[in-house]
Antibody
Framework: QVQLEESGGGVVQPGRSLRLSCAASGFTFSNYAMHWVRQAPGKGLEWVAVTWCDGNNKYYADSVKGRFTISRDNSKNTLYLQMNSLRAEDTALYYC???????????????WGRGTLVTVSS | QSALTQPASVSGSPGQSITISCTGTNSDVGGYNYVSWYQQHPGKVPKLMIFDVSNRPSGVSNRFSGSKSGNTASLTISGLQAEDEADYYCSSFIFSSTPAIFGGGTKVTVL
C-alpha cells in the first residue's frame, strides 16, 4: 500500500545532531520530489525542505538553512533529514511528504507520513 | 518572511457554507497558481483538499472548492457537516530564499 513511514526522532540536547529517515512504499519513489514539514506542539505547519526526485536540487527554510540537510537514496526508497546544531525551537513533529506532481516540486503534498517527534531539551 | 494570513477561526451551522481566506503577496499567492489547502483533524496527519488553487484530489468531497483573487486565495466548504470540524492550512510557493510557506491555520467549528 502507498505509505510513508518516518523514524529517527527522539530527545536530544541542544547543539547535538539527529538523522531522520522516511521509508516510502507503494509508489515509484524516484519519480517524485519529497518534502519535510514540521509542526511544533500545538502550533501550525512549517515547511522545512524539499529535494527534487534525483536529489540534484534542494531548498531549505531560512530557519534551518546551514544546519539541516535533506537527502535521498532512491535505491532504498528512503528520504533523510540530517539535523545538526539543534535548538529548542526545532522541537516538533517532523513529517515527510510526497510532492503531488513529479520530479520537480509543484509545491503540494498528496501523501504524508505519520511523523516522528523530535524534542530538543537539556 | 511571514506566514500567509488566515483567520484564526471560522464557524458555521450544519448545511451552511463558509469561506476561509488566505492572504499573501504578489510574491506568493498572487504571483503563482501553486496554492494548496490541507485539512487536519486533532492528532491526525494533514490531508490534501485542494491543489493548484482550485483542483480537488480524487476522493475529496465536491463540497470543498478553492479560488483565488489577487493576493488572496479562498477555501469554501458548502453544506457544512460535523466531520468538517478541523484545522485548515493554506500553502503556497513563494519566490524567496524559502520557496514554500504555510498559513497560520484556521480552526473551523461546526455549531
Amino acid at each position: 500500500q502507498v505509505q510513508l513511514e518516518e523514524s529517527g526522532g527522539g530527545v536530544v540536547q541542544p547543539g547535538r545532531s539527529l538523522r531522520l529517515s522516511c521509508a516510502a512504499s507503494g509508489f515509484t519513489f524516484s519519480n517524485y520530489a519529497m518534502h519535510w514539514v514540521r509542526q511544533a506542539p500545538g502550533k501550525g505547519l512549517e515547511w522545512v525542505a524539499v529535494t527534487w526526485c534525483d536529489g540534484n536540487n534542494k531548498y531549505y527554510a531560512d530557519s534551518v538553512k546551514g544546519r539541516f540537510t535533506i537527502s535521498r537514496d532512491n535505491s532504498k526508497n528512503t528520504l533523510y533529514l540530517q539535523m545538526n546544531s539543534l535548538r529548542a525551537e526545532d522541537t516538533a513533529l517532523y513529517y515527510c511528504a510526497k510532492d503531488g506532481y513529479s520530479c520537480g516540486p509543484h509545491w503540494y503534498s498528496d501523501l504524508w507520513g505519520r511523523g516522528t517527534l523530535v524534542t530538543v531539551s537539556s | 518572511q511571514s506566514a500567509l494570513t488566515q483567520p484564526a477561526s471560522v464557524s458555521g451551522s450544519p448545511g451552511q457554507s463558509i469561506t476561509i481566506s488566505c492572504t499573501g503577496t504578489n510574491s506568493d499567492v498572487g504571483g503563482y497558481n501553486y496554492v494548496s489547502w490541507y485539512q487536519q483533524h486533532p492528532g491526525k496527519v494533514p490531508k490534501l483538499m485542494i491543489f493548484d488553487v482550485s483542483n480537488r484530489p480524487s476522493g475529496v468531497s465536491n463540497r470543498f472548492s478553492g479560488s483565488k483573487s489577487g493576493n488572496t486565495a479562498s477555501l469554501t466548504i458548502s453544506g457544512l457537516q460535523a466531520e468538517d470540524e478541523a484545522d485548515y492550512y493554506c500553502s503556497s510557493f513563494i519566490f524567496s530564499s524559502t520557496p514554500a510557506i504555510f498559513g497560520g491555520g484556521t480552526k473551523v467549528t461546526v455549531l
